[in-house]
């Protein structure tokens, strides 16, 4: 069965989405030379989609979800990586007369390496063709892989919480966001922002990130939430981080004038005995 949809690590959709850009930039000394040998290596997801419906998962996060069009797309697994690692996809067709395939690698890049979006994968590949529906309407495939990045201390070992304490901390984290208050968002954001420093080589991402909240995210309108339709679902590789909803939309949604938006995923873990936003 599907996992519930979680988006997509579009978590990627907001802030966040420029950090693997930024931190495969060249950074220069006073001297001018190229410091690229302390930055880590890129895992990069690859994929190439069509007539698929489904997710594609990393250590239990949702990287992607399909919705059953073609095309094909990428996205960094860094911050969600934890030594050792399963990328799984559950797939059914979109159209159930209609040909079905899905092909899905993950790469191991140097810092300054070049990729192109339909590279099917330097580490593995996966590749699900037509006719593997025809012995099931749903289909499933994995891979486990190492990586020198390792937030397990994070994301595997987070102690146990219940959904209520949760949905509490997450009206509280909320209220944060609805005061603008800057530097408490930080301050419960602190894990999250030193893993994306280590993630992509040392970026200053809460300098970053309070730039962002400052003169972009919170000049626009925050969605109420309906303290009713808050939820969260275990996620993570031992399901025991929550990412939190306020009905079908992510706790941090703003709108604009114009009629865009933006939203903020909100992982929620326990370490330390202390309930902090891990994702």
Same mark, same amino acid.
């Given at each position: 069965?599907?996992?519930?949809?979680?988006?997509?690590?579009?978590?990627?959709?907001?802030?966040?989405?420029?950090?693997?850009?930024?931190?495969?930039?060249?950074?220069?000394?006073?001297?001018?030379?190229?410091?690229?040998?302390?930055?880590?290596?890129?895992?990069?997801?690859?994929?190439?989609?069509?007539?698929?419906?489904? !997710? &594609?998962?990393?250590?239990? %996060?949702?990287?992607? *979800?399909?919705?059953?069009?073609?095309?094909?797309? /990428?996205?960094? +697994? $860094?911050?969600?990586?934890?030594?050792?690692?399963?990328?799984?996809?559950?797939?059914?067709?979109?159209?159930?007369?209609?040909?079905?395939?899905?092909?899905?690698?993950?790469?191991?890049?140097?810092?300054?390496?070049?990729?192109?979006?339909?590279?099917?994968?330097?580490?593995?590949?996966? !590749? &699900?063709?037509?006719?593997? %529906?025809?012995?099931? *309407?749903?289909?499933?495939?994995?891979?486990?892989? /190492?990586?020198? +990045? $390792?937030?397990?201390?994070?994301?595997?070992?987070?102690?146990?919480?219940?959904?209520?304490?949760?949905?509490?901390?997450?009206?509280?984290?909320?209220?944060?966001?609805?005061?603008?208050?800057?530097?408490?968002?930080?301050?419960?954001?602190?894990?999250?922002?030193?893993?994306?420093?280590?993630?992509?080589?040392?970026?200053? %991402?809460?300098?970053?990130?309070?730039?962002?909240?400052?003169?972009?995210?919170?000049?626009?309108?925050?969605?109420?939430?309906?303290?009713?339709?808050?939820?969260?679902?275990?996620?993570?590789?031992?399901?025991?981080?929550?990412?939190?909803?306020?009905?079908?939309?992510?706790?941090?949604?703003?709108?604009?004038?114009?009629?865009?938006?933006?939203?903020?995923?909100?992982?929620?873990?326990?370490?330390?005995?202390?309930?902090?936003?891990?994702?």
């Amino acid at each position: 069965m599907l996992a519930e949809r979680s988006r997509s690590l579009s978590i990627f959709r907001s802030f966040f989405l420029l950090l693997p850009i930024l931190s495969f930039m060249s950074i220069h000394d006073a001297g001018g030379a190229v410091e690229t040998e302390k930055k880590p290596k890129m895992y990069q997801l690859m994929w190439e989609a069509d007539n698929v419906v489904g !997710e &594609i998962v990393i250590n239990g %996060f949702v990287v992607t *979800a399909l919705d059953g069009s073609s095309g094909n797309g /990428s996205a960094s +697994l $860094n911050p969600w990586l934890t030594g050792e690692n399963e990328l799984t996809v559950v797939l059914k067709k979109a159209d159930q007369a209609e040909p079905a395939e899905l092909v899905v690698g993950v790469s191991e890049l140097a810092p300054g390496t070049m990729t192109s979006t339909t590279d099917r994968g330097k580490l593995f590949s996966l !590749e &699900i063709k037509n006719g593997d %529906f025809a012995k099931s *309407a749903e289909v499933s495939a994995g891979e486990t892989f /190492s990586s020198t +990045l $390792n937030f397990s201390g994070h994301l595997r070992e987070a102690g146990d919480a219940t959904e209520i304490d949760v949905l509490a901390y997450a009206t509280k984290l909320y209220a944060l966001f609805e005061k603008k208050d800057v530097n408490g968002i930080l301050q419960e954001s602190a894990v999250k922002i030193e893993d994306y420093t280590q993630a992509y080589g040392g970026q200053d %991402f809460r300098s970053a990130l309070k730039s962002y909240l400052v003169d972009d995210l919170l000049k626009n309108k925050l969605v109420k939430i309906k303290p009713a339709e808050l939820r969260a679902v275990k996620v993570g590789p031992t399901k025991n981080i929550w990412h939190v909803f306020n009905g079908s939309d992510e706790l941090i949604k703003t709108t604009s004038d114009d009629g865009s938006s933006s939203e903020i995923a909100v992982f929620v873990g326990r370490l330390d005995g202390k309930l902090a936003v891990v994702r």
